[in-house]
């Protein structure tokens, strides 16, 4: 007696996911044929990161978009906006912010607290924390706190002379440079010594390197949780491992309690996350699991893009002895006139810092940013409406890789970021750290400590490629970043 029914219900899911597939069709709006039930994700994970998926659609759309400024896909059953059009890039990213404030990521801060951090708050909550946290990285605090990363890059240095010894040696330098960078944030976000640089097995990067090496169910997951954020909510969903979540709650706590115990004060994260525990009234005032979220962040959002920043950049050096002389050069020429590295002599540095863009427009470690429609929005110019709910994606990857604004964008040429370069190019076309109110809060830092760390190992060191490494580079699937895939080996020559 059940199996007309089970027909029925069979024929009703199957009417429905057809119908959620012609969404875009029966819009008129270009887009890519889904499949189920992944959509247009089907090779997440598995053959492709989702910075060549995008870009795939990007190239295969753009020319039909003309007038239109966007073009559909699927996530899942969803349908999903990509915006093309840099001007449409520029209005739901800055001009009607309004109407995208909110990132699609999912997070539920019952079940795992450390998910309810900055990147991934909504609305009034998120507005209010910015505000708070804004204060953290302003010019004079990345000055303040340039001795700590400085310290920690002689070490990196002292590192790398005695691995190498006497003679030149090859060296896998993507791991290397992740210890740097984790040794850095655990300094300025939890003020404690990480020690991954002394032993690779240190706890911190341990669970650093957890966050982001997931198997291509793990990374299913995340998008499955993004696009179904209230059933998810409901079903207890989380994607922080257990004992990632300990060790960081754990971290923040005991940190909390020793400096108040002691009357510890320092220049750095952890020391305003504090003072916001203690201001304010009932939900104004930060929760440990809270501060715990922020942290955890900074820590993840700082290691990991920075450190595969100047691998990239590293790896493309390697290649091009003239640019990397060239980037040495200008290391020299700024010590030289400030005698030692200071915070001035690093901000003349401008060509390692062209280097560092040319590395994050050609390898942009996050590829796509995500924004939901948090009220219908009619898209300029056209008769459409982005509804209330729905995802909207810009393909940095893709934007980043255009020829129209990028000649031979598969050419490494730290040129284009020359500041004549920049000014015939739209703003809008370079978006490593995003754009508008909801940019990376942390940039400045974010960029302060890869200059140190390239300064400190183009003035001390030369790079040339291992045989071992191929051209292009291969890209790593399995990691939400747009990382390398398997490390990158290098022959490594003091000076």
Known sequence: ??????????????????????????????????????????????TQHMADITRSVYRELKEKTKGLGFAGMYFFINPVTMVIDLELVKNVLVKDFSYFHDRAVYHNGKDDPLSEHLFAMEGTKWRNLRSKLTPTFTSGKMKMMFPTILAVADEFKSCLSSTIGDRAGELEMKELLARFTTDVIGNCAFGLECN???????????????????????????????????????????????????????????????????????????????????????????????????????????????????????????????????????????????GAMTYEALLEMKYIEMCINESLRKYSPAANLLRIATQNYPVPGTKHTIPKGQTVIIPVHAIHHDPAYYPNPDRYDPERFSEETKAKRNPYAFLPFGEGPRNCIGLRFGMMQARIGMAMLLHNFRFTLSPSMSYPVKVSTANTVYSIEGGLFLKVEKI
């Open 196 to 338: 991954s640089l002394k032993d690779p097995q240190a706890e911190f990067r341990r669970m650093g390197k957890k966050v982001f090496q997931q198997s291509r169910l793990g990374i299913i997951k995340r998008f499955a949780s993004s696009q179904f954020r209230d059933v998810c909510r409901r079903l207890g969903v989380t994607n922080t491992a257990k004992d990632v979540a300990t060790f960081f709650l754990n971290a923040v706590k005991d940190t909390v309690q020793f400096r108040m115990k002691n009357n510890v004060q320092r220049n750095d994260f952890m020391s305003l996350l504090m003072e916001l525990m203690k201001e304010g009234k009932g939900t104004d005032r930060l929760s440990m699991e809270e501060a715990s979220a922020q942290a955890f962040v900074f820590f993840l959002a700082g290691f990991e893009t920075s450190s595969t920043a100047m691998s990239f950049c590293l790896y493309e050096l390697a290649l091009a002895q003239d640019l990397q002389e060239k980037a040495r050069e200008c290391v020299r020429e700024a010590l030289a006139r400030h």
């Open 1 to 46: 007696m059940y199996l007309p029914l089970l027909i029925l219900a069979v024929l009703l899911a199957v009417l429905w996911v057809r119908k959620r597939f012609s969404y875009w069709k029966d819009l008129g709006v270009p887009y890519v044929e889904p499949t189920f039930p992944h959509g247009n994700l089907r090779e997440i994970g598995k």
